[in-house]
């Protein structure tokens, strides 16, 4: 299994957390993992719905404190 | 062939019907979303408690998703800033360029096209809806400066614009595009019930803090006050948050409101001079400016502590920081009222 890219986006309010998921999964390979932490509680609905639009997977997520981290799979042909 | 359109997906109804038709058509559909800074989506729901309690759904992703298409949200902040400072065609009511953003987006938009591939545009533009860019005379003007040209076709409204390149080459049907003008929503909430949409976002104007009067006055008063007119990122939230009280053309108080708003300007403690009462339940304030002199910041922390618990006693301590490199405690007396002048209060 490869390692997992950290992304740091605490501090950025919506959409700034999904455009840099986004612009991180586009330089990896299918399948990479990305784990993102965020302190934006509108990312609970927004990673998610913008994985299901893009056919990437929310393979775990999880709120500590304020903190917001999921960790993303991405998609075999996504881009 | 498959034939591929990218609409612009502003999250509102226009934008969303506008998709749906082409893609009735058998026309593949990505959506692009662009984030200016300015986008009233997200942010101040993210900021502000009472806020905090409202849904929180970014509405472009919600409209790919009932759409069933993918969303490519663009950062454009920086490039932006000069259709905000520089707009060639102007501003309208406030500081908000619209017809220059659209012929800018249109733009964008065209760029990702020939990088991508796709075919052509769809914008969910309406003939006479506000902004000012949909009037019939900016139409052709969009169109053209923003080089898409007749690869840009509005289908709510095409019927009543000469046939662009999509439908004069047969990818789209001309008949079953909408003749839509005007500012009336009807047309656009029937077809949204003949599609079966039912919880949209409430469409048309709100989206850009840009065309907000007192967003715009203080960002006015950020131009004026730093001499240029430029920002960054930073700048443009912090217009969004708090009470912005200038005392003197040398300083700005960024005062929050509540607690959501304290937890996001606390964010910014070292890149600030900030003041926090201490001996009563109160306020953060970002100071914005040069060092305060002492004068100044017995003023300022008189100020903050006229909106704190505070605000009646005879004494209110504060603890003054300076970007978290030195802090002191200071005992002021909170200003009256009365002793607020209106003309300190940019709004």
Not at chain 2, 301 to 309: D, E, L, T
């Amino acid at each position: 299994m490869s390692d997992i890219v950290e992304l740091d986006a605490r501090r950025l309010l919506c959409p700034m957390p999904v455009i840099r998921l986004q612009d991180c999964l586009a330089k990896q390979p299918a399948g990479a993992r990305v784990r993102i932490t965020c302190t934006d509680p509108g990312t609970m609905s927004d990673i998610p719905t913008w994985c299901r639009i893009n056919d990437h997977r929310v393979l775990a997520n999880e709120q500590q404190e304020q903190e917001y981290i999921f960790l993303v799979q991405k998609a075999s042909d996504g881009d | 062939m498959t034939i591929k359109a990218v609409a612009l997906i502003s999250g509102g109804l226009d934008s969303l019907l506008a998709a749906r038709l082409i893609q009735q058509q058998g026309i593949q559909v990505e959506g692009i979303n662009f984030f200016t800074g300015f986008c009233v989506e997200g942010h101040t729901h993210a900021i502000r408690n009472r806020d905090r309690k409202r849904e929180k759904r970014n509405n472009a992703l919600w409209v790919a998703e009932q759409l069933g298409i993918k969303l490519h949200i663009i950062d454009i902040v920086e490039e932006y800033k000069d259709v905000v400072i520089n707009p060639k065609h102007g501003y309208g009511a406030n500081l908000n360029p619209c017809l220059d953003c659209k012929i800018f987006m249109v733009g964008k938009a065209y760029e990702w096209l020939k990088q991508h591939n796709f075919d052509f545009i769809i914008t969910g533009e309406v003939i006479g809806q506000r902004p000012k860019s949909q009037r019939k005379r900016y139409l052709p003007v969009v169109a053209a400066e923003s080089g898409a040209d007749d690869l840009l076709l509005r289908p709510l409204c095409a019927k009543n614009l000469p046939a662009t390149y999509p439908e004069t080459e047969g990818w789209v049907a001309r008949e079953q595009l909408k003749d839509f003008s005007g500012r009336s929503r009807k047309p656009q909430i029937a077809l949204a019930a003949e599609f079966g949409f039912e919880d949209y976002a409430q469409p048309a104007g709100g989206c850009c803090f840009l065309t907000d009067k007192s967003y715009s006055v203080k960002l006015q008063d950020l131009w004026d006050n730093r001499g240029q007119r430029e920002y960054e990122l930073d700048d443009i939230m912090l217009l969004k948050v708090g009470r912005h009280i200038r005392p003197s053309s040398e300083f700005k108080l960024i005062i929050a409101r509540e607690e959501g708003e304290n937890n996001f300007l606390s964010g910014y403690k070292r890149q600030f001079q900030t003041i926090k009462t201490v001996s009563h339940a109160g306020p953060l304030a970002l100071v914005e400016g040069p060092p305060l002199s002492p004068q100044q910041l017995e003023l300022a922390c008189a100020i903050i502590a006229r909106y704190s618990k505070g605000r009646d006693a005879d004494s209110v301590e504060l603890l003054f920081s300076n970007r978290e490199q030195d802090s002191r405690k200071i005992q002021v007396k909170p200003l009256a009222a009365e002793q607020i002048r209106p003309d300190w209060i940019i709004v």
